[in-house]
């Protein structure tokens, strides 16, 4: 019995103090977890905040003043400056892309006489992308086929110009300075080509006026402008809205060398290589390109960019991006024709790398 006792005893006490051991982990969980609670609240509060954005005192496009003192028009401009602020990564992208592009764009808006804020069109059309809508338009400015043909660009199965940069923002440019000149302001040029030019002009007049701030339009075309107008606004101003870039972060225009080419080509493989590229870079830098043979040729002479290696040590600086330190949105379209953009897409939904 002695010998049962001493051996029972150490293993009650083990016990005992394995039970006060879980019983004080109990307490100290429940009573710690609601002060870790609050402290983590209390974290979240003070280092995230969502804010309303300021009104601007003025605001125009195209040198033309927007009637913010009107308060349906304020708001809609405020729900595409919230949304397009807010989708941070997209908008990162899009200023991040915009040092490879704006140059090229800038340069032949101006030489077309079209307002510089039309840049802000291709950004809202495609984000920069070659993109393909369902409707089948295409490129930056994406153009219908059947519209590109009409302002001069080639579309076949072989070459497809809409991809090209420069040739589609000057057919973009064509087709905004007929519509400037029949709807008497630029507002309704940018409208007219997510709506169209008969289908605007079916409205105006209907409703008997040319002002684009206060025509009832579809879903789609009531916020076309507005979303220029927001994109606009963050990328002249980046920093204001919360989007932080050192030059270095800019995407830098591409380095190439141009060779003039007389069609057939039997293979792009092949020129490439002979080219000293790839396949890959030949198509990169020519999206337009779109088969590996050229024997569909509507032209004489094509010229092509051949990519030169990157220096690693080059950096964007602000000398070589004029306009692009100031500072993205949605798909755009509607149902009434004539437009070179694509008509149709869902209204308020968002496409990926567009501004909302």
């Given amino acids: 019995m002695l010998l049962s006792f001493s051996t029972d005893r150490p293993l009650k006490a083990l016990g005992i103090l394995a039970l006060a051991f879980v019983a004080f982990k109990l307490f100290v969980f429940f009573v710690d977890e609601p002060i870790e609670d609050k402290e983590f609240a209390a974290e979240f509060r003070a280092h995230y905040g969502v804010f309303a954005l300021n009104k601007p005192e003025r605001l125009d496009f195209a040198g033309e003043s927007v009637p913010l003192n009107d308060p349906e028009v304020y708001e809609r401009y405020d729900r595409e400056l919230l949304v397009n602020t807010y989708w941070?990564?997209?908008?990162?992208?899009?200023?991040?892309?915009?040092?490879?592009?704006?140059?090229?764009?800038?340069?032949?808006?101006?030489?077309?006489?079209?307002?510089?804020?039309?840049?802000?069109?291709?950004?809202?059309?495609?984000?920069?992308?070659?993109?393909?809508?369902?409707?089948?338009?295409?490129?930056?400015?994406?153009?219908?086929?059947?519209?590109?043909?009409?302002?001069?660009?080639?579309?076949?199965?072989?070459?497809?110009?809409?991809?090209?940069?420069?040739?589609?923002?000057?057919?973009?440019?064509?087709?905004?300075?007929?519509?400037?000149?029949?709807?008497?302001?630029?507002?309704?040029?940018?409208?007219?080509?997510?709506?169209?030019?008969?289908?605007?002009?079916?409205?105006?007049?209907?409703?008997?006026?040319?002002?684009?701030?206060?025509?009832?339009?579809?879903?789609?075309?009531?916020?076309y402008v507005f979303r220029m107008l927001a994109v606009k606004q963050i990328f002249e101003q980046p920093e204001a809205y919360g989007f932080r870039l050192r030059h270095k972060d800019y995407y830098r225009p591409y380095s190439v060398r141009t060779v003039e080419v007389t069609p057939p080509v039997a293979d792009w493989v092949q020129f490439a290589l002979d080219q000293g590229v790839n396949y890959k870079a030949l198509k990169t830098q020519n999206p337009w390109i779109r088969n590996s043979s050229l024997t569909k040729a509507a032209r004489s002479v094509y010229t092509v960019q051949i990519p030169l290696e990157p220096q690693e040590d080059e950096e964007v600086t602000a000398e070589e991006t004029p306009s692009t330190d100031r500072k993205r949105p949605i798909p755009q379209g509607s149902s009434e024709g004539e437009t070179p953009a694509e008509a149709g897409r869902a209204s308020g939904t968002g496409t990926a790398e567009k501004p909302r």
């Avoid at 040739?167 to 440019?173: D, E, G, L, Q, W």
């Fill in 88 to 223: 941070q990564s997209n908008g990162l992208l899009l200023l991040k892309r915009s040092r490879r592009y704006f140059p090229t764009i800038e340069r032949i808006l101006k030489e077309e006489g079209v307002p510089e804020d039309f840049k802000y069109l291709a950004v809202v059309e495609s984000g920069f992308m070659p993109v393909v809508s369902p409707a089948g338009a295409a490129g930056f400015w994406q153009i219908l086929p059947e519209t590109a043909k009409g302002y001069g660009l080639e579309v076949n199965d072989d070459i497809d110009e809409r991809y090209h940069l420069e040739k589609s923002t000057r057919a973009a440019c064509k087709y905004l300075k007929e519509a400037k000149a029949k709807f008497g302001n630029w507002a309704l040029a940018a409208a007219s080509y997510n709506m169209g030019m008969g289908g605007l002009e079916r409205q105006v007049q209907k409703q008997q006026s040319s002002d684009y701030y206060g025509l009832y339009l579809n879903g789609e075309t009531s916020r």
